[in-house]
């Protein structure tokens, strides 16, 4: 079989920059290296105390791109250490007056990143993956760019073998990128790029958790010797494999999702797999609550670092939490932006409060396997998010071929600074485990 057709009009550097657009530049800071003998083959971008990018020539909508089609962006990259900023290739879409609408990442480099050899990173994009093309999208362009926020960007990175070519449709390319759903005082999102989790929390019109594509919702694995992989974790080239989705709105399945829909109940239903990890995970909305349902199955033996249920980035507004642990004991503290876990406990349940907003919401724990270590986490991060983390098999290794049940409750509410605590506990207390 043929291998696919590169798009891209300008594939290497055997013209030096030719067909190369810098922005910002300049050209002095990109050098055109001999690779296996052959000129051309790759390029060194090494800004030193500057922002520089590299773009690829365009794909223009109409000619090369097709937004009913499926492609896969890829690049070998290789890295000699960055000192400040960031380094990213990523895939960005522009509107006909060359606006920016969109950037998807595929690999990203850090000061914290150690340096590598050369290495392939992919990157699906268009129809039916979680990286949709804007319906305004006029041009694409593959982008390896330098970021530092006070402009002092430094690292030398390699690049060679930029390509573009078609790829099959994914199994849900009639569904939309996302859906949005009004369910009472209930507005919620869910996310295609985060292979469908929930990405937003408003109650009564008010934001009470992060709607922003990075501040993941859902679950997520962290494999030994490769990091996340799960819900928009993509940056270690092994993602969720989303096999079934199912959305049901007041009873009646979709078999085509709209975009967004004004309901007295919304269910989520999928079934992937985090590697050997079976994940039956439903997301119920009604009644002013979100209930959450895992069902884990591992089909081979695998090892964790750990694993991350029902991620909530709570916004920076939540100012307090407070909970009660599994032997009955009630704690409570503050947030203070200092980058550590609270908690980290099993718990009956847990809530944060935000005394700006008056509001809350209480997470209650209704199904864990009772031999087996877990705890609920909230992350205290200044600027991001308060962040909810229900967290096990930390070094541990998945039971074979056993079904293990996760599920919780969450239920925002309304309060006084002074009231809050024993508003939470009433919440709590009024969701218990409902019977099979």
């Not at 909305?285 to 090892?303: G, H, S, Y």
């Not at 205290?380 to 071929?401: A, I, S």
Request: proline content about 6%; glycine content about 8%; some cysteine.
């Amino acid at each position: 079989m043929a291998a696919p057709r590169n798009l891209l009009p300008v594939q290497d550097f055997a013209n030096g920059l030719t067909g190369w657009q810098l922005k910002p530049g300049p050209a002095e800071l990109a050098t055109v290296l001999a690779e296996d003998d052959k000129v051309g083959q790759a390029v060194k971008l090494a800004p030193v105390a500057r922002i520089f990018g590299l773009n690829s020539a365009p794909l223009t909508v109409g000619q090369e791109i097709d937004l009913e089609h499926a492609y896969t962006a890829s690049a070998a990259i290789k890295s000699a250490g960055l000192q400040q900023g960031i380094f990213a290739f990523s895939v960005c879409a522009y509107d006909q007056a060359g606006k920016r609408l969109s950037q998807m990442s595929a690999h990203n480099l850090s000061t914290a990143s150690k340096p590598h050899d050369w290495v392939v990173k992919k990157l699906g994009f268009g129809k039916g993956t979680a990286n949709a093309l804007p319906e305004a999208t006029h041009t694409v362009r593959l982008r390896f760019s330098f970021y530092e926020k006070s402009g002092k960007a430094t690292g030398t990175v390699l690049v060679r073998g930029a390509s573009v070519v078609e790829r099959e449709l994914g199994p849900f390319p009639t569904w939309p990128r996302g859906i949005v759903a009004d369910v009472g005082d209930l507005e919620i999102r869910f996310e295609s790029r985060s292979f469908w989790t929930l990405y937003r929390l408003n109650y009564q019109k008010v934001p009470l958790c992060v709607d922003r594509f990075g501040s993941h919702y859902g679950t997520v694995a962290n494999f030994p010797g490769t990091g996340f992989i799960g819900s928009g974790h993509t940056e270690n080239q092994e993602t969720e494999e989303l096999l079934e989705l199912e959305l049901t709105v007041d009873g009646k399945p979709q078999s085509t999702p709209l975009a967004s829909y004004d309901c007295d109940r919304i269910q989520l239903r999928k079934r992937s797999q985090l590697r050997a990890l079976q994940m039956d995970t439903l997301v119920t909305v009604a009644d002013n609550r979100i209930v959450e349902d895992v069902r884990m199955r591992a089909r081979d033996t695998t090892k964790l670092n750990l694993i991350y249920h029902f991620m909530h980035p709570w916004t920076t507004q939540m100012s307090g939490f407070a909970a009660e642990l599994t032997d009955g004991t009630r704690i409570s503290g503050v947030f203070v932006d200092d980058k550590k876990q609270k908690i980290c406990k099993p718990l009956k349940w847990s809530a944060v409060y935000s005394r700006e907003l008056g509001k809350g919401g209480v997470t209650v724990v209704w199904d864990v396997p009772a031999d087996l270590p877990w705890e609920t986490r909230y992350w205290d991060m200044p600027k991001r998010y308060r962040k909810h983390y229900f967290t096990t098999f930390v070094g541990k290794e998945v039971p074979l071929d056993r079904e293990l049940r996760y599920r919780i409750v969450t239920i925002p509410f309304t309060a006084t600074a002074e009231e809050w605590q024993a508003k939470a506990a009433e919440v709590a207390a009024s969701a218990p485990r409902p019977a099979e």
